[in-house]
């Protein structure tokens, strides 16, 4: 049972835009900084998201997070079958002392 | 730019010891807070715990009981212990670097399976 809440699973077609969600509580997302990572069948999570909503060098501007209380999202517009992978939220939690992380939702682009 | 290679016996059994260590290539050692995850099968993943270049540590509560982790700073690498291994342990490990942004680099897992 993962600590941070997601969909298991979303679609969409190329071109459209999707969302996924996480849902935390006041020791983790309610306090700190979220971020999103995208995992490749097969390879590695790759940090997608810092800072809630800051992309590191060479993600495309596609992919945009936010938050809001004690949820984020990450949205990616212009869909694209590559786009097709695992995704991830996670943010430091203060009563763990640790990092969390969502159960991961799974991208189909159809 | 950090790279990590990582490395460790991939088959245990029941009650003994994992045993992994990741190398650290490229960058500053002190930059960084040096972790260790892992990933069950089909699961999300599981932060395990932390070391700095200075040897201070973070442990996941529910695991804390069996892990040790270790940094060598004079060969740039960091290891994993976890004792007593269940069925429950086996997963994907990964070696990562965690900064101010996140877990920024990522080794490329190891699989570790526990079975009798």
């Known amino acids: 049972q993962s600590v941070l809440t997601q969909p298991p699973s979303a679609s969409g077609t190329p071109g459209q835009r999707v969302t996924i969600s996480c849902s935390g509580s006041t020791s983790n997302i309610g306090t700190n900084t979220v971020n999103w990572y995208q995992q490749l069948p097969g390879t590695a999570p790759k940090l997608l998201i810092y800072?809630?909503?800051q992309r590191p060098s060479g993600v495309p501007d596609r992919f945009s997070g936010s938050k809001s209380g004690t949820s984020a999202s990450l949205a990616i517009s212009g869909l694209q079958s590559e786009d097709e992978a695992d995704y991830y939220c996670?943010?430091?939690?203060?009563?763990?002392?640790?990092?969390?992380f969502g159960g991961g939702t799974k991208l189909t682009v159809l | 730019q950090v790279q990590l290679q990582q490395w460790g016996a991939g088959l245990l059994k029941p009650s003994e010891t994992l045993s992994l260590t990741c190398a650290v290539f490229?960058?500053?050692?002190?930059?960084?807070?040096w972790t260790w995850i892992r990933q069950p099968p089909g699961k999300g993943p599981e932060w395990i715990g932390e070391?700095?270049?200075?040897?201070?540590?973070n442990y996941n509560p529910s695991l804390k009981s069996r892990v040790t982790i270790s940094v060598d700073t004079s060969k740039n690498q960091f290891s994993l212990k976890l004792s007593s291994v269940t069925a429950a342990d086996t997963a994907v490990y990964h070696c990562?670097?965690?900064?101010?942004?996140?877990?920024?680099?990522w080794g490329q897992g190891t699989t570790v399976t526990v079975s009798s």
């Open positions: 490229g960058g500053s050692f002190s930059d960084y807070y």
């Open positions: 990562a670097a965690a900064s101010e942004y996140g877990l920024d680099v």
């Open positions: 996670a943010a430091w939690d203060d009563s763990l002392n640790g990092v969390v």
């Open positions: 800072f809630n909503n």
């Open positions: 070391i700095n270049h200075s040897g201070s540590t």
